[in-house]
């Protein structure tokens, strides 16, 4: 009988399925725990039923699948307990995975997509069938796609045991099709080579749209209806921006609703793939000294600052025409706030959590224009270096009001909440590349030992500092008595580095996304209604800044941005959190 493990399986026997290993029922990698009760009552039985009908496949079959009479439909199929088990036989041996990257010629599936793949591949968390197929316009053979790949990846597995060979096993799985994004011809070719390589396996396809948004309708008119799975299921991950404003954003879901459910459309956004974004909920509801200190009680203030040390660079056509807010705040910076002040959600299932955001966004007030700063960057010379402007950049009209900073204070009208600033700060060619999550907390009322302060008072509140990157860390910032006779206070740092204290190598976000979707999980992702409340607090006040023409403040390349995001924090009785490292 099998025994439950109480720990995920070893990374070797690593499965993102519920199996047996060695006698002992494995569960996914998802669950860093032994499993609940209510999970194991959901998933045992599926377990057993699926290795009583696996011992009864292996037993009767000697060729050729009889599951692929079978037509399994995305996730509709989670309704059906039949075809539920059946889902459950995707396992390994019995489907095909294909993972098609749309744009594979671009910056985005070079330096991000592949390296994931690559990654997940050496950590054996892909199924034991599957294949990478790149797609794009740009002429290439499949040596040459597996050239480019070699070539570009870098990622954290780089210098770990056995990469050369590993990357060889990969390559051979990697293939590519050239076509034109609005082609049903060429995806129907696209259709004919994927079902060569499936065989008569049952057949799971993802697609990745590594494309501009200009495109994504175009691709999913043409690989749903000709290059579709008529088997297992299709899903398809949408990269941003998902439209420039409520209008465009709802037109485009409008769009793919023609060709997609709701269910097999996963929008990305990478930030919440990160490691410290993925451990706030579990520092906040799992340790009792934060959660009851999590609400205006408590907190004066939160902080979300992203900032970058190096321009537009190569990216200016696509950056001009949607500028920071809609770049950064209007999705990777709302999303860790949405996290951050959610209520606590029934369950960690994706649509109780997204249920939890949801809400939050929509108890939020609309962005006004008084509480926004928009800057832009300007060429500047330093230590016999000239760096260039925004505008320097050939594909930025030389007049653009572009926003590539923006200061914003956001409000959230609940009872939790109520009061207490959310400031946001994005920036590109700033001095440094960081991003966190600061948190002040209120003064100690009546501190008895405010005399005692070496620095102003107003200073000397904790603060909870998140960086999320790089070099994660968690650090809080407490008053400290400084050893000695006298009795002098000052701020010291408890202070929790992820190097120092996890040794292994923390996986790139878009390796946990990549495998959320392959695994059909959705929690990581954009829901429809969360897209809509996160445009609705954006676009009035977006609106209003282009029609007003605001001027944005000029900043010199690698300083630390426009005087006005002092202002507006001030308004609002805060003082920016030092970037950690640099009190
Ligand atoms: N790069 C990044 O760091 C990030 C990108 N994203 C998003 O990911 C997606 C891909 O980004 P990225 O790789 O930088 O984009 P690219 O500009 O590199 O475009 C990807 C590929 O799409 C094709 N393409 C480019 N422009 C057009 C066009 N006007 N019409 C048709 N095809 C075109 C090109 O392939 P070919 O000519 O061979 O067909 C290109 O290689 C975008 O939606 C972007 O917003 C999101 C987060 C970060
Ligand atoms: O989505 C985007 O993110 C990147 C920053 O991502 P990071 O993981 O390197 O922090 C940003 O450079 C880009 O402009 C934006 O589109």
Redesign the pocket.
């Given at each position: 009988m099998a025994k439950l493990l109480s720990s995920p399986c070893s990374p070797s026997s690593s499965t993102s399925f519920y199996s047996f290993h060695n006698g002992n029922l494995c569960y996914p990698r998802k669950l860093n725990s032994s499993p609940s009760k209510s999970h194991l009552f959901k998933w045992a039985p599926k377990i057993f039923a699926r290795i009583q009908l696996r011992s009864h496949f292996e037993l009767n079959s000697s060729n050729g699948h009889p599951l692929n009479a079978v037509s399994l439909q995305d996730e509709g199929s989670a309704t059906n307990p039949q075809a539920e088990e059946l889902r459950l036989l995707e396992i390994e041996e019995d489907s095909t995975l294909s993972i098609t990257v749309v744009g594979a010629s671009g910056d985005l599936a070079k330096k991000k997509i592949f390296p994931a793949l690559f990654a997940l591949y050496y950590e054996d968390c892909l199924p034991k069938n599957f294949v990478v197929f790149g797609y794009s316009r740009t002429k290439m053979n499949d040596e040459e796609l597996r050239n480019m790949i070699s070539r570009t990846l870098t990622c954290r597995i780089d210098k770990r045991e056995n990469c050369d060979n590993k990357m060889a096993q990969f390559l051979k799985r990697c293939f590519y099709h050239s076509g034109q994004y609005n082609s049903e011809e060429h995806f129907q070719e696209l259709n004919c080579k994927l079902k060569e390589k499936e065989g008569s396996r049952l057949s799971n396809r993802l697609f990745y749209l590594s494309i501009p948004p200009n495109i994504f309708v175009d691709v999913v008119r043409c690989a749903s209806t000709k290059a579709s799975s008529t088997t297992g299921w299709t899903r398809v991950i949408v990269e941003?921006p998902f439209g420039r404003n409520s209008e465009s954003s709802s037109e485009l879901t409008r769009c793919l609703k023609q060709y997609l459910t709701e269910d097999q459309i996963f929008r990305i956004d990478?930030y919440l793939g990160k490691e410290l974004v993925e451990n706030l909920s579990v520092l906040r509801f799992s340790n009792l000294v934060f959660e009851p200190l999590w609400s205006r009680n408590y907190i004066r203030n939160v902080q979300l600052i992203f900032s970058?040390d190096f321009g537009t660079e190569g990216?200016g056509g696509y950056f001009d025409n949607y500028g920071i807010i809609r770049?950064?705040m209007q999705n990777?910076l709302l999303q860790i706030l949405a996290l951050f002040a959610m209520e606590t959600p029934v369950s960690l299932d994706a649509e109780d959590v997204r249920n939890e955001k949801v809400k939050v966004l929509r108890s939020m007030r609309p962005l006004q224009l008084e509480d926004v700063v928009v800057g832009q960057y300007k060429g500047h010379s330093k230590g016999g270096k000239s760096y260039p402007g925004y505008t320097d950049d050939p594909t930025v009209p030389s007049n653009s009001a572009t926003p590539t900073f923006a200061a914003a204070a956001l409000f959230i009208n609940n009872a939790r909440w109520d009061g207490v600033p959310f400031l946001m700060k994005a920036g590109k060619a700033l001095h440094t590349k960081r991003?966190e999550i600061i948190v002040q907390f209120r003064h100690v009322p009546g501190n008895l030992f405010k005399r005692n302060f070496a620095t102003d008072l107003d200073k000397a509140t904790n603060e909870l500092v998140l960086r999320v990157?790089p070099d994660e860390a968690i650090y809080l910032k407490i008053n400290n008595k400084v050893p000695g006779l006298g009795m002098r206070l000052d701020r010291s740092d408890l202070n929790l580095l992820y190097k120092a204290r996890y040794p292994r190598e923390i996986p790139d976000?878009y390796e946990r996304l990549l495998l959320d979707a392959i695994e059909g999980e959705r929690r990581l992702f954009i829901r429809r209604d969360e897209l809509d409340a996160a445009w609705s607090l954006f676009t009035p006040m977006l609106k209003e800044l282009e029609e007003r023409k605001i001027a944005p403040e000029l900043y010199p390349y690698g300083s630390r941005g426009p005087v006005g995001a002092h202002y507006l924090a001030a308004k609002h009785n805060v003082r920016w959190g030092d970037l950690t490292g640099e009190e």
């Open positions: 941003k990478h970058e990216r770049d950064i990777h991003a990157q976000a």
